[in-house]
């Protein structure tokens, strides 16, 4: 089984950055989507943004479209999820997850948005943004 490792999280004021990472217990050159899901007590789980490996498509919710970006670090086979401009809607247990497949236009792939798509998951990083 593939694991994910989560960390970053924490507490912020409203208008602050927060940087969480996601590393693969297992590299690989084969092609795969990580995707960054978020659920908040009470709420469905829902994608906040993903990104394919095959072509370097993005996609990001309207909720979080420019103020958060994905990033690697192809050293470290790592993935980043860069947060900044922090609402307190944002607060949420932060989730990294992975699938595998050669996916492009990651941004028009309505499968890519559905957490029940994606076999392996981080453990969950807690976010939390005061006003």
């Known amino acids: 089984e593939v694991k994910l490792v989560e960390s970053g999280g924490g507490s912020v004021q409203a208008g602050g950055s927060l940087r969480l990472s996601c590393t693969p217990s297992?590299?690989?050159?084969?092609?795969?989507?990580l995707g960054w899901f978020r659920q908040a007590p009470g709420k469905e789980r829902e994608l906040v943004a993903c990104?394919?490996?095959?072509?370097?498509?993005?996609y990001y919710s309207d909720s979080v479209q420019g103020r958060f970006s994905i990033s690697s670090d192809n050293t470290k086979n790592t993935e980043y999820l860069e947060m900044k401009s922090l609402k307190p809607d944002d607060t949420a247990v932060y989730y990294c997850?992975?699938?595998?497949?050669?996916?492009?236009?990651?941004?028009?792939?309505?499968?890519?948005?559905?957490?029940?798509?994606?076999?392996?998951w981080g453990q969950g990083t807690q976010v939390t943004v005061s006003s």
């Open positions: 990104k394919s490996n095959t072509d370097e498509s993005t």
């Open positions: 997850a992975m699938k595998s497949g050669f996916f492009f236009g990651i941004e028009f792939n309505s499968d890519a948005r559905r957490p029940e798509t994606y076999p392996y």
């Open positions: 297992e590299f690989s050159y084969d092609g795969r989507v």
